[in-house]
């Protein structure tokens, strides 16, 4: 067996919850301290697996741990590394510390309660992007809505119960399909294999599906995965609860766990169930596109600050979607960096405009003006957010928009224009809000606002440093995700296309 | 060794923006510092590129890969490609560049902020260099957005100012409807040739089908007249005076505007494989032309009047980039001229504002040579140079351009020949209303000549506004430098040559005439009762209630309707759902009666249905 690299990391965010809750005189740290300090310690497990990840392997996973569970329905605890799997489990350590140290203040009482929910939150989201076993993945993606809806019902604006319920509504809604289509899948593998297995990799390599069947089954599992990362017209959960959420709940909720839905898509839907992906693709990309444009039209019209940023995000997960449902590998590869700039760019703009918000208790677009003469800081940092957001070249999100849309339109044409039509309104929803709320004239709310201190600033700039990093040189995500993408495109059976005119040159 | 051209300025933007106030004393001149070097040692590159032939002249340097799928033959490289045109451009931004940060030293010293101002003109001046200097669409597309977002900036930078905020998103707007037009032009060259690179794209166009080349044009061309602010995007461009008015000479006038005319020159592979394409430039070059004319000569604004001298002038150079190969080189000969006399007067006019209290209304101007010697001769030198009088620059780079317009037709022909009766009207109404005519300024208005770091800059930019045409075209040095790159052929124009310059020089001539005779007296307000015309360019020949008609408002509507149908029917019915469930199971309550027997039923029924599930499938 491995040294198991995976379970430690999973491992180390739930010691750290524990200790929350050992009496202090055993613990010399403060809460805020010992959940700061796990993150980091986690972060550091996953850069010293990330330096290990060969790159160059033929392995489905790496770094493979698996215990026997539920023998009987041959369930597995198995936990493995795929290249996607890296780069989330990436995100999402780095995105932790940050939210923790970004929002130390969030929370004055009931801080303990916040930091663990956090922990558990990160937890969650490590063991989905790390299960290979299928029940497993179940389990995980189900335990995921009880942090959150903690988060958000707890605290969160003075909605929160109402948000926090039709969280879990959708979630559970979502998972319920989800688990019937799971049965049905393992009814039919002991049918075929002669043995019950949830294994990912035994399904995808295996089994064989007929027609109907794969088609029912590859729409129960998109249904919740379309509804988590959320696609139109499932979307409607997350502008109420990311209005009420507070804004480091909103980072892990719509910065890490929104990815499972479209990390599942990858991961499971394809894999799994390639003809059917094949067949409903058209389809699914249509609803991509116009989720784009839809989601980009609404933003525009918001009058709240995070309503606005919910809705950029659903136009931001139509371009998720759209470049792996694409079936080409600048697409896919697009998408998997999407998921990366997406991460960062909302923990910038929810995360800076949080220090606004907070200090008013208030996000209404109106309520600001000017505030850049107060905050200068927190205007630039919350700027660089909303470039990479609207995918300005030079940042993370212009070459995860780009590829995206090249992978689309290599297939796709005019869903890929259509697509093309959010840059004119990115521009119009992004930069208006930054218009109204950052400059013009103060009003009598901006004028007293206190800029980012030393620790904020310091909490924010990784996110600056790695929007540009990515945005300049995004070698390492794409080598990390090639080979898993390769691997999938030619589970899905998918190619390719090749230049009209080929090159003289490189033939 | 020319990536550092372009990293000495962005280093020093990123200095000054990241460590904020503590820079303030010596930003002004780490960002002079890092333009000047960029100067020199774009010099020094163009000394070496000279003393080489002209076969040799051009080199690529890659920096790194910057984009790779090998799977998909995906391979995109932080390339920079150092030719004639693109050494041009260097000298270009890093000269007038230096010369417009030397100028803000003093234009700037009033303003509580000059660090962050120098900070964003070295982020512009980097990315217009990785503009001009990318050797692939792509790695273009960087610089072509980067200097868009300087501009925002820099537009916006007296950020209390709403005005200001609203126009400098106004052209990031206009801007990014160009962009699409450029993104969707890249992802076409990459589906269709497999790379992005000039040469690949020039290599493979040759055989492309007809369709390739004429999609690639107007895409390429929708991108130019969003940059270069020509018709039907050139709205923006006046609303960009909002900015400081060093932007206005060096971003707004000298240098990124005329982007959009680099870019189809660049592009001349594209645009001679397509007939239709080119003659849509041509189109494009000539409206804007005249349309900026005429708005230029209505303003009373000084700077939105030069602005629409500017878009007047791009359209020159748009519609020379659109004849093909006997107007590529007269494009950029003119693109350069104009930088120098456009800068220059831009730089005039930041200068009479300064003495004005930053009055920009040119009916209260008016008898400045007495006070502000230096504005008034460098200012009168642009004057000269921008209306084609010889031997000033733009009489050899214009002169070209209608030479080359009659010989493709007459139409183009006659478009540039009224253009230039048009610029000279509109000028000499300029030079009247600020210079000459008597004072009619404000009662606490002192006017006094600006310090010496303005004047400098003016000094030199006018000596360059004086010689640069007969300079570059003596023993046509000019054409025979770019020919290599953007190819060259001879204007065959249907009369002598002779006879062509007579009558522009005439035109030119009533030109003035009438701009004199109708400015001999100047109102201090602008007249009510004017013509029909003169109402339509003070409104800016109605661009904006154009857009408002046809696109803000239908898009306020379309998005404030999607909003509340998101929140009714698409929200509404899952809220409904969640009624509909809740009143169900209200009545389902009845139905917990707490027999056993009804429960036992229901067990009964529900292990049937399990049971029919499982046998199904089973089958």
């Known amino acids: 067996m491995n040294f198991p690299w995976l379970l430690i990391v999973l491992l180390t965010p739930l010691i750290g919850t524990v200790l929350l809750f050992v009496p202090k005189r055993f613990v010399p740290f403060s809460d805020q301290q010992i959940a700061l300090y796990s993150s980091l310690i986690t972060l550091l497990f996953v850069i010293v697996i990330a330096l290990q990840f060969d790159i160059s392997s033929s392995a489905t996973t790496q770094f493979d741990i698996a215990f026997d569970w539920i023998p009987v329905f041959g369930i597995t605890f198995h936990l493995g590394l795929t290249g996607i799997s890296l780069v989330l489990v990436g995100l999402t350590a780095v995105l932790t510390p940050i939210v923790l140290l970004a929002t130390e203040y969030e929370v004055q009482k009931k801080n303990k309660e916040f930091l663990m929910w956090i922990l558990v939150t990160q937890a969650s989201a490590l063991a989905v992007f790390l299960a290979r076993d299928l029940f497993l993945f179940y389990v995980v993606f189900e335990a995921m809505l009880i942090p959150i809806f903690f988060l958000v019902g707890r605290f969160g604006g003075p909605k929160k119960g109402a948000a926090a319920l039709k969280f879990i509504l959708f979630g559970l809604a979502g998972g319920l399909v989800m688990l019937a289509a799971l049965i049905w899948l393992y009814f039919v593998a002991v049918n075929q294999l002669g043995r019950g297995t949830f294994s990912i990799t035994a399904l995808s390599n295996e089994l064989k599906l007929d027609a109907w069947t794969e088609r029912w089954l590859f729409l129960g599992f998109f249904f919740a995965f379309a509804l988590k990362a959320p696609m139109i017209p499932g979307h409607t959960w997350l502008p109420d609860t990311a209005e009420q959420a507070t804004p480091g709940t909103s980072t892990m909720l719509i910065g890490i766990l929104d990815k499972v839905g479209t990390y599942g898509m990858l991961a499971i839907l394809l894999p799994i169930f390639p003809n059917a992906s094949i067949e409903f693709a058209p389809v699914i990309i249509g609803f991509a596109a116009l989720g784009i444009i839809y989601g980009a039209l609404i933003a525009i019209a918001q009058k709240n600050i995070k309503r606005t940023f919910a809705y950029i995000s659903i136009s931001h997960f139509g371009f998720i979607v759209m470049g792996i449902f694409s079936f080409t590998s600048i697409g896919m590869i697009g998408s998997v960096i999407y998921m990366v700039a997406h991460g960062l760019s909302t923990a910038g703009l929810f995360l800076t405009v949080g220090y606004l918000i907070r200090q008013k208790e208030n996000s209404l677009i109106s309520n600001f003006g000017g505030v850049t003469k107060a905050a200068p800081v927190m205007t630039g940092l919350f700027l660089i957010a909303c470039l990479s957001s609207i995918a300005l070249p030079g940042m993370a999100g212009f070459v995860a928009e780009f590829m995206v849309l090249t992978g689309t339109f290599q297939k796709y044409k005019i869903p890929a224009i259509i697509a093309t039509l959010a840059i004119i309104l990115a521009a119009i929803y992004m930069l208006w809000l930054y218009q109204r709320v950052f400059t013009g004239t103060e009003t009598k709310e901006s004028s007293n606002i206190i800029d980012l201190n030393r620790k904020q600033i310091l909490a924010l700039s990784p996110l600056v440093a790695l929007t540009l990093l990515f945005g300049f040189y995004p070698a390492p995500i794409i080598k990390i995700s090639e080979s898993t993408i390769a691997y999938t495109m030619t589970l899905v059976g998918a190619t390719d296309p090749q230049p009209m005119i080929k090159k003289a040159v490189n033939q | ?619």
């Not at chain 2, 260097?90 to 660090?115: A, K, Q």
């Not at chain 2, 390739?212 to 390429?220: C, D, E, K, M, R």
């Not at chain 2, 001879?490 to 062509?500: F, G, K, M, R, V």
Request: contains cysteine; aromatic residues 10%.
């Open chain 2, 1 to 619: 060794m020319i990536a550092a051209v372009i990293a000495l300025p962005a280093l020093s933007a990123a200095v000054l923006l990241s460590f904020g106030n503590r820079t303030n004393k010596f930003g002004p001149w780490l960002a002079i510092f890092a333009s000047t070097g960029s100067f020199l040692i774009g010099l020094w590159h163009f000394l070496q590129m000279v003393a080489r032939p002209a076969e040799e002249r051009p080199a690529l340097t890659t920096v790194y890969e910057w984009l790779s799928v090998p799977a998909a033959g995906f391979k995109i490289n932080f390339a920079l490609q150092l030719d004639q045109l693109s050494i041009s451009f260097v000298l270009l931004i890093t000269f007038v560049g230096t010369l417009i940060h030397i100028y803000s030293l003093g234009y700037m010293s009033h303003d509580e902020n000059p660090r962050r101002f120098f900070a964003y003109l070295n982020l512009f001046v980097a990315a217009m260099l990785l503009l001009v200097l990318a050797d692939n669409y792509l790695l273009l597309y960087v610089g072509w957005e980067g200097v868009g977002l300087a501009s925002y900036l820099l537009i916006g930078f007296w950020q209390h100012k709403p005005t200001a905020a609203v126009a400098a998103k106004k052209a990031f707007v206009a801007n990014r409807v160009g962009d699409f037009g450029l993104s969707l032009a890249i992802m076409t060259m990459f589906i269709v040739f497999g790379s992005v690179s000039f040469s690949d794209v020039n290599s493979g166009i040759v055989g492309a089908p007809a369709w390739v080349s004429l999609t690639l044009g107007l895409l390429l061309l929708l991108a130019a007249c969003g940059k270069s602010a020509q018709f039907p995007l050139q709205s923006w461009l006046l609303d960009a005076m909002e900015g400081p008015t060093p932007v206005s000479a060096l971003i707004h006038a000298a240098t990124m505007v005329t982007a959009g005319v680099y870019l189809i020159v660049r592009s001349a592979s594209i645009f001679n494989a397509s007939e239709i394409a080119q003659t849509a430039v041509v189109i494009t070059g000539a409206i804007s032309l005249l349309m900026g004319a005429i708005i230029g000569a209505a303003k009373d604004d000084i700077k939105k009047s030069l602005a629409g001298s500017t878009m007047s002038q791009i359209g020159y150079m748009v519609l020379a980039a659109g004849l093909g190969p006997i107007g590529y080189v007269f494009a950029i000969l003119h693109l350069i001229t104009h930088g120098f006399f456009k800068a220059v007067m831009f730089l005039g006019a930041g200068s009479v504002m300064h003495a004005t209290n930053d009055n920009v209304d040119m009916r209260r101007y008016g008898g400045l040579p007495k006070v502000m010697f230096f504005t008034t001769i460098t200012f009168f030198i642009g004057y000269l140079a921008i209306i084609g009088v010889p031997p000033f620059a733009g009489f050899y780079s214009k002169d070209h351009i209608i030479e080359a317009a009659l010989s493709h037709s007459w139409w183009a022909g006659a478009a540039v020949l009224f253009g230039a009766g048009l610029t000279a009207f509109y000028m000499t109404r300029m030079m009247m209303m600020t210079f000459v005519s008597k004072s009619r300024w404000h009662e606490d208005v002192h006017p006094h000549e600006s310090p010496l770091s303005m004047i400098l800059p003016m000094i030199v930019l006018s000596v360059g506004a004086a010689t640069m045409g007969i300079l570059l075209t003596r023993n046509h040095v000019f054409e025979h430098w770019l020919e290599p790159i953007t190819g060259f052929v001879e204007p065959e124009p249907p009369l002598p040559i002779q006879t062509i310059t007579t009558i522009t020089l005439s035109v030119v001539a009533i030109g003035v005439l009438i701009g004199i005779w109708q400015n001999i007296k100047i109102a201090k307000v602008a007249p009510v009762k004017v013509s029909f015309v003169v109402k339509a360019a003070r409104k800016d020949l109605y661009g904006d209630v154009l857009n408002e008609t046809l696109l803000m408002r239908p898009g306020q509507g379309l998005t404030k309707s999607l909003n509340i149908f998101d929140n009714a029917v698409v929200d509404g019915s899952v809220n409904g759902l969640g009624l509909f469930v809740s009143g169900i199971s209200a009545r389902l309550r009845r139905s917990e009666t707490g027999y056993v027997r009804s429960y036992a039923m229901s067990i009964v029924l529900g292990t049937a249905l399990l049971v029919i599930a499982l046998l199904m499938v089973r089958i």
